[in-house]
């Protein structure tokens, strides 16, 4: 264990040492909107300042493209229902790994943010966020594929997103926002403390997780669907932990644009040694942690300028509905296409029907679910634009 330790404290120094000397390197190269968005005694107006900010839209885009990396994974596997495809070579990818990483990576480093906020208003804020939306998807999901005699209602634990260890519904992705909740009430629990204590907190979980889970393929089996003895000690809470990191770290080293660049060669470089070398799952999960670590400094003050990165900010407004909603909708046009109209399709074929309409589908659902969040901003006084910016999607 403290191997593994001394292991994962390495790579937050290796990071900081590097978020350093990109400091060293001056502001003259620094994006005009790399600034960090100014203190204010008012939550509501920090989430104001940074919905409305650069720095944000940033956040969002690398919200966009986790939300986008998890749906290309489904949508691969949704292709081989059509005819055998590569997919053994697309799932050694890990797409869908490295969005939700990204996903709980950010929830870290937005949720430092409010510790002081008061409990109350953080709680409402959370249920507001998590469980409409989710409510939503399911009962959406549920009349849709009972068509093809599909029953996907799920338990009450399952809506609650109580961790029970078994897998209720496959249709919606709701593991990760049972790793969500048990971060906010976590947070809530150290904040309640005091902020102070944040830091050794999170070594000493840090540490729990790696005493019970030495290398990340001893959690993989039940990760997904973790029970109330499992949950606390996922690997997968690491990324959380990074996040915190990441925010304490730009408080003493200002961000950097590159970093961000930085962040996406070593994940890019993990995900090829998972592809190709037999042990390189291990390499990726801790590799991954120093990507999310750059990858999330690197976008709280990346501006995007150009059209792809726009577009991604612009899915990264819907990527909680889209999260939601993708399996579904993916699943509902493959059955449509393959089962109702009878077409038989090639696997790349498939590949892009699957893309092109169930993707499109699950972008309406996330702006219906971001409709759905402006109706009941009233709960609590949140403003939209907090919805936009701390919205959590896996």
Not at 58 to 78: E, M, N, S, T
Not at 166 to 178: E, G, H, R
Not at 207 to 225: D, G, N, T
């Amino acid at each position: 264990m403290c191997q593994e330790l001394y292991i994962y404290w390495t790579f937050f120094n290796v990071g900081t040492k590097i978020a350093a000397t990109c400091r060293a390197n001056g502001s003259a190269n620094a994006c005009n909107c790399s600034q960090q968005c100014p203190e204010s005694s008012s939550q509501d107006e920090y989430f104001m300042i940074a919905a409305t900010s650069n720095r944000s839209m940033g956040l969002q885009a690398i919200r966009g493209i986790a939300a986008f990396l998890v749906l290309l994974q489904h949508v691969f596997w949704l292709g081989s229902y059509f005819s055998s495809g590569p997919t053994t070579v697309l799932n050694s990818l890990l797409l869908g790994g490295s969005g939700v990483f990204l996903f709980f990576g950010l929830s870290g480093y937005l949720m430092a943010g409010q510790m002081n906020r008061a409990p109350k208003r953080f709680l409402v804020d959370r249920f507001r966020r998590i469980y409409p939306g989710l409510i939503f998807a399911f009962v959406v999901s549920g009349f849709a594929l009972s068509y093809f005699s599909y029953n996907v209602w799920p338990e009450w634990t399952t809506v609650l997103l109580i961790p029970t260890g078994k897998a209720d519904s496959i249709f919606i992705p709701y593991w990760t926002l049972i790793y969500e909740m048990q971060f906010y009430l976590l947070i809530l629990l150290v904040g309640r403390l005091h902020a102070k204590y944040l830091n050794p907190a999170m070594l000493v979980w840090a540490a729990a997780i790696l005493l019970f889970h030495s290398v990340p393929p001893a959690m993989v089996a039940r990760a997904s669907y973790p029970g109330f003895g499992e949950i606390l000690f996922s690997f997968y809470n690491f990324y959380f932990i990074t996040g915190i990191f990441v925010w304490q770290s730009s408080k003493r080293f200002p961000c950097k644009p590159s970093e961000l660049v930085i962040g996406s060669a070593i994940l890019f470089v993990a995900t090829m040694i998972n592809v190709f070398t037999e042990y390189g799952a291990v390499v990726y999960y801790y590799l991954a942690i120093l990507a999310v670590f750059f990858v999330v400094r690197g976008g709280s003050v990346w501006c995007p300028k150009n059209f792809v990165s726009n577009f991604f900010v612009r899915l990264g407004d819907v990527s909680y509905g889209v999260y939601l909603i993708h399996i579904s909708a993916c699943f509902f046009t493959m059955l449509f296409v393959k089962e109702l109209l009878g077409i038989k399709l090639g696997y790349w074929q498939g590949v892009i029907v699957i893309f092109i309409v169930g993707g499109s589908a699950s972008y309406f659902f996330g702006f219906l679910e971001l409709k759905l969040q402006e109706k009941l901003k009233f709960l609590g006084k949140s403003r939209t634009v907090e919805s936009s910016v701390a919205a959590v999607a896996k």
